[in-house]
């Protein structure tokens, strides 16, 4: 029987394309902290079904708590931060992103001593996540600073929402746009905004074409840890020269390393999906179980919890607010229900050949966790597909259990090998 | 006749875990349909203009073990969710044709998700309530999402839902609030005069039977309540805050009157209560719903402030019913709940109000450490 091959844990994943987030990303951050001590106008929002657009046609920076948050997690710094929110009263049950977050806004990460600008506008742009409500009415209440709550229409009834929610959403957009005109002191330039979406869609166009790659045998790159380097840029500088420029440089070095039958680890021997958001504050030993196995995810949920372009959604500059509209109300995962999650996992199961599903629960995250135990029901019990759930939370280190992750995964993926060994020998399909 | 076997036969219905006021009202009602509500608000309106009945759908409380539920949603999910699936998983809806969900939280809309799936003889349906209540199109957005619930109910009963028949269901809900707000008010005023778990019980047995029947009962005991007697006692009076879904035991009210408590406002079933002042009847009924909706309906943890912030409105309120204290009773695991702690908190101990939290789930039994807590709180509170 096959066994877990030994992963030196300082090992490196970073391709060139990473690289090239990291830089692009560093240079966003870095404008952040400048404009957080020459306090330049700045609009918060939330990553799910974001309107970026919107605030870069005003030329407000925009600013995501959930990067600082996932950004304290990766450097392990996020621990410090949360207790500092527990003993503001928040619960040990409450999303840990937003306790980290709160965290570093009271320990002076906000403004000119920090390295985030204070919000002139907070942009709640409620998608999905009923946490984000919260978390932007505290913000607002500690900044002192406006909130405009941008309300999307979940996605309740198929696929497509009703013209009035569509009308309900325009209507909304129209309002941030004359608050955003307001407090920049700027008018509305529509041709602006166009160039700016053509720049999204361009960006979007490298996206869906980068997973969708990932079809490939091997695929050229992991689609759940090396995909959140693409979030970045997918995400927040949606709409700018440089997230465009990155796809478009993506794109190319993933060809080529399919063409070359590469991948990110020297052997791929299970395709996976992955459920869920990753653990940052142990992300880099997370990857290492599975890399163990040479399990590569080549789809993941996570990656389009901003948006989900891989289906042929662009955003268009025909059809500025409209086409915003649909991308909150439908084109995000984060605004569709959990049976329709379940919908386009089995897609990816399916149309992108995987072995198995591996859901990682969170503790912090019922968005994303409430109910998978019942999608682990239906992916093993009605579909017969190899699942894995493992638990442990996005921000929170004190969640994650190393041995218990590690016995978990090697026995899943024993298992799976198995499986696979005994359908080779009898002449099964593998 | 008394008030206590009013009370007495409401506290048998809501304990009822069988829905027996629903079985009955089935057989009088041969082919009606019933639609379970799960917690904060449905606009029960409509479903009752639809001629079926809501049902407030509550969880399971302290009756039910899980077997399957808990393998479906995770241990740190509130009580409510798990048990409402559980009782699906062991048939005790199957009194119900229907179910509404709303977009109260994460876990809620999750699992409307679930529920849908397993039980697809179930008619559920989820409402995306508004949470911008400044946009001037808030409104028509009501107005069009009620409409939709309409057009889905009036599938369920087989038949449409004619404006006259909501406009009379307007009337009959208005009427029941109104009753209840005044309630709320002597409450208030007499607290000696009816307790609150005698008026939890009386309301929260009106969400099993027809609204018909449950107001006829309040008109009851309203013309009962004069006849009362009683003395006001040296008790703490305080605001219970943050029960509005998952709802606590009786036995865990009745600790915190025993403790020495009067408890002059709560927000126990609160989405049965939502409007501060009747829906008006004057514009078209639905109209005149999504208006009150967005303009006359109370603070909520699960929807975003209006004009006012929540953290206001809790003070206002212990103001209003000139309280001592707030006692903070949130759900185990109930995310809105326990993230309008800190700054409920904050504005609190800016008013100079103490405050005590109390977490609860819905199946506990022993309330032993509860009641110490309460005790030690309320000493405080009396000889400060
Ligand atoms: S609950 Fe989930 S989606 Fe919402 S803020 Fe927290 S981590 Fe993000
Ligand atoms: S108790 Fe709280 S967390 Fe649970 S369903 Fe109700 S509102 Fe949601």
């Known amino acids: ?245 990155f796809f478009d440089f993506a794109v190319e070095a993933f060809e080529a390393l399919a063409a070359q039958h590469k991948g990110p680890l020297a052997e791929e021997r299970f395709r996976t999906v992955v459920e869920g958001p990753p653990p940052y504050p142990y992300y880099r030993n997370f990857r290492n179980l599975f890399s163990a196995w040479g399990a590569v995810a080549v789809n993941s949920t996570y990656s389009t919890v901003g948006g989900l372009w891989e289906w042929g959604f662009r955003h268009d500059p025909r059809r500025p607010l409209e086409s915003i509209a649909e991308q909150m109300l439908v084109e995000n995962l984060t605004n569709r229900s959990l049976t329709a999650r379940y919908q386009q996992i089995r897609r990816y199961v399916e149309e992108w050949e995987a072995d198995a599903l591996v859901i990682h629960s969170i503790k912090s995250c019922r968005l994303f966790s409430a109910g998978q135990g019942d999608m682990r029901e239906y992916f093993t019990r009605d579909l017969g597909v190899a699942t894995l759930l493992v638990e442990s939370d996005l921000e929170d280190p004190r969640y994650y259990s190393e041995a218990q992750m590690k016995n978990r995964i090697d026995a899943f993926f024993e298992s799976l090998e198995h499986r696979k060994f005994l359908r080779k020998g009898t002449g099964g399909d593998a | 006749m008394p008030i206590t076997p009013i009370i007495e036969r409401c506290r048998a219905r809501l304990e009822d875990i069988e829905f027996g006021s629903v079985r009955e009202w089935k057989a009088r009602h041969p082919g009606g349909r019933a639609v379970g509500c799960f917690p904060v608000y449905t606009p029960v309106e409509i479903i009752h203009a639809a001629g079926m009945l809501p049902v407030g759908l509550f969880g399971g409380g302290n009756t039910i073990e899980l077997a399957n539920a808990d393998a479906r949603f995770q241990s740190f999910v509130c009580s409510i969710a798990k048990s409402t699936l559980e009782m699906g998983f062991q048939g005790r809806l199957k009194l119900l044709d229907g179910v509404i969900f709303s977009s109260i939280c994460d876990v809620a809309r999750n699992l409307s998700s679930v529920m849908a799936r397993n039980f697809p003889e179930l008619h559920v349906d989820y409402i995306h309530h508004a949470q911008n209540m400044t946009s001037p199109s808030a409104v028509d957005y009501v107005e069009s999402e009620f409409g939709r619930i309409q057009r889905s109910m009036e599938r369920l009963a087989g038949h449409p839902v004619s404006p006259g028949a909501l406009a009379a269901s307007l009337k009959t809900y208005n009427q029941i609030r109104e009753i209840l707000r005044t309630l709320y008010r002597i409450r208030r005023e007499s607290p000696h005069l009816i307790s609150t778990v005698e008026l939890y019980i009386l309301a929260r047995a009106g969400t099993l039977v027809d609204p018909e029947d449950h107001l006829r009962e309040l008109r009851e005991v309203m013309d009962l309540l004069p006849a009362r007697q009683g003395r006001p006692k040296d008790r703490v009076r305080v605001v219970i805050e943050s029960a509005f879904c998952e709802q606590p035991p009786l036995d865990l009210l009745q600790v915190v009157e025993d403790a020495g408590c009067y408890i002059v406002d709560d927000d126990l079933l609160t989405g049965w209560r939502w409007y501060v002042e009747d829906v008006p009847e004057d514009p078209p009924p639905l109209r005149a719903l999504a208006e009150s909706y967005i303009r006359r309906s109370v603070y909520s943890s699960v929807r975003h402030d209006g004009p006012r912030s929540r953290n206001l409105g809790l003070v206002e309120k212990v103001r209003r019913a000139n309280a001592q204290a707030v006692i903070f009773m949130p759900a185990k695991f109930c995310e809105p709940a326990l993230f309008d702690y800190p700054l409920f908190r904050v504005a609190l101990e800016q008013a100079n109000i103490p405050h005590l939290v109390i977490e609860f789930e819905e199946k506990m039994w022993t309330f032993e450490r509860t009641r110490n807590e309460l005790e030690t709180f309320v000493e405080s509170m009396l000889f400060d």
Not at chain 1, 33 to 49: T, V, Y
Not at chain 1, 74 to 103: F, H, T, W
Not at chain 1, 195 to 218: I, M, N
């Open chain 1, 1 to 245: 029987m096959a066994t877990a091959v030994t992963v030196d844990k300082d090992r490196k994943y970073q391709s060139e394309v990473n690289d090239h987030s990291k830089r692009i990303m560093t240079e966003y951050s870095d404008q952040l902290a400048r404009a957080a001590k020459g306090g330049e106008p700045a609009g918060f929002l939330m990553i799910s079904g974001n309107c970026v657009e919107i605030l870069r046609a005003f030329d407000m920076h925009p600013v995501f708590p959930e990067v600082n948050a996932l950004q304290l997690a990766i450097r392990k710094q996020s621990l410090p931060m949360i207790l500092k929110a527990e003993q503001m009263g928040y619960s040990s049950d409450n999303c840990a992103y937003v306790k980290a977050d709160v965290g570093m806004l009271m320990s002076g990460g906000y403004g000119p001593q920090g390295t985030i600008p204070y919000p002139s506008l907070v942009v709640c742009n409620y998608v999905g996540c009923n946490v984000y409500v919260k978390w932007f009415e505290h913000i607002a209440e500690f900044c002192k600073a406006p909130l405009y709550m941008l309300d999307i229409p979940f996605l309740r009834e198929g696929d497509a929402p009703s013209q009035d929610d569509i009308t309900y959403v325009v209507r909304q957009l129209e309002e941030l746009i004359a608050t955003c005109s307001r407090i920049t002191g700027k008018p509305f330039d529509i041709d602006k905004l166009r160039e700016v979406l053509a720049l999204s869609a361009r960006a979007e166009e490298g996206w869906s074409r980068a997973k969708e790659l990932c079809k490939v045998k091997p695929a050229p790159f992991d689609a759940y840890f090396d995909s959140i380097n693409m979030m970045g840029p997918i995400n927040v500088l949606r709409g700018t020269t440089q997230a465009a420029g």
